[in-house]
């Protein structure tokens, strides 16, 4: 019998001393497919009744889990579904971009409790560190001393050596630069005293659609998720892979052809930052792209070109990588609104037909659902997962 997630995430333990092991399969479990009844964690996670009883007792009095309706069925007593608590465990989430940074507060369900966010024309650590001290200040006020005590910690989803973006006129004055010098982390744990996990921006995102969203239906996938430039996540085996430093998943560096047969990369075709370029050369703010939803409907004309082009690109990106690993879907998100997506990724379906799938089984093409806000929600997710959750990187402090 195949459990999926379940067998991905190991079976239960029942010697002594492994409470820790049992506790997080659970609360994964939850997480994973929602309230359910005692019964059905037992069969599920392969352990004992008493010892899934013993185990939720436990959550539910420290105030991590909490009961649901009774359910009644049609004969016996009515089972009680157990479900996560919403006020169980807190996390902040940071998102630092090239075009805007991105502050939550979210809670154990998933639920996002508060947003801020900073929009700028290029990141200026300065600026970006008093918006999280800021905004880390004024949030807490608003909480009670209980739950900001039941805050697990910082995520912060950063670009993979962030000084090393595609050269613009921004990079070219040397906007970005001043990155490579600073520790995020501990510049971050500084301000606020809590413990600060830091991640790659795109494989947040991934994280974010995997736990939440679209993802949770596949085992096994690759992630785009265009944002100024283009980055990427890959799951397998239900678990986001991040590999040996971090940085795997990097499609936004799959390898591209320029218009004059140059050898470029995916960041350089199918990237956000392609459509603000051609707004400039009609003396059109690309601002208002990250400002203003609304603008990516007025701009058509500017838009469906870009469209076109991205979706070229992404139909040749998503065979590339399944070449690799046979990914049962490729799922694409991004900085855009929902209707924007869909349109590319229609435009994704269509392209990947007429290209040359010869050796390769392709893939279903979906869009992801989280949206904008992924990277930082993807953020948030890493220090609560490290906490309560199995598949979460332990070695971050």
């Known amino acids: ?193 809590l413990p600060v996990m830091l991640m790659n921006d795109a494989t947040a995102a991934c994280q974010a659609e995997h736990t939440y969203g679209r993802g949770k239906a596949f085992r096994d996938y690759a992630y785009f998720f265009l944002g100024a430039f283009i980055g990427g996540g890959i799951v397998l085996n239900n678990a986001v892979f991040e590999g040996r430093q971090g940085n795997a998943g990097a499609l936004g560096s799959l390898r591209s052809i320029g218009p004059n047969g140059e050898s470029m990369q995916l960041v350089d075709t199918a990237s956000i930052h392609q459509l603000e370029l051609r707004l400039r050369e009609v003396d059109l703010d690309p601002q208002q792209l990250w400002s203003d939803p609304d603008s990516w409907h007025r701009l058509s004309r500017y838009v469906d070109p870009w469209l076109g082009q991205t979706a070229q690109e992404l139909a040749k990106a998503a065979l590339s990588t399944c070449s690799v690993i046979d990914f049962e879907a490729i799922l694409i998100d991004g900085a855009f609104p929902a209707s924007v997506r869909d349109d590319l990724v229609a435009r994704v379906r269509r392209y990947l037909v007429t290209q040359d799938t010869r050796g390769l089984i392709p893939p279903r093409i979906e869009a992801g659902s989280i949206g904008g806000k992924a990277r930082a929600i993807g953020a948030a997710t890493r220090p609560i997962g490290a906490q309560f959750m199995l598949n979460a990187r332990l070695d971050e402090t």
């Open 1 to 193: 019998m195949d459990d999926g997630f379940v067998r991905s995430i190991s079976t239960g333990l029942s010697q002594k001393g492994v409470r820790d092991h049992n506790e997080r399969l659970l609360l994964s479990l939850l997480q994973r497919h929602g309230a359910m009844p005692g019964s059905d964690l037992s069969r599920l996670a392969n352990l004992s009744p008493p010892t899934v009883s013993g185990i939720l007792r436990r959550l539910e009095g420290e105030g991590i889990l909490e009961r649901g309706d009774p359910v009644r069925g049609k004969v016996g007593k009515p089972s009680i579904p157990m479900r996560l608590a919403s006020d169980g465990a807190f996390s902040f989430g940071v998102k630092i971009g090239r075009r805007s940074a991105d502050l939550v507060l979210m809670d154990l369900t998933g639920q996002t409790r508060q947003l801020r966010q900073l929009t700028y024309a290029s990141p200026v650590p300065s600026e970006i560190f008093n918006f999280l001290d800021e905004g880390v200040q004024s949030i807490t006020r608003e909480m009670s001393d209980r739950d900001v005590s039941h805050i697990c910690g910082i995520g912060i989803a950063a670009p993979f050596e962030m000084w090393n973006w595609p050269e613009t006129s921004d990079t070219q004055n040397g906007a970005y630069t001043t990155w490579k010098d600073i520790d995020i982390k501990a510049q971050a744990h500084a301000l606020t005293g």
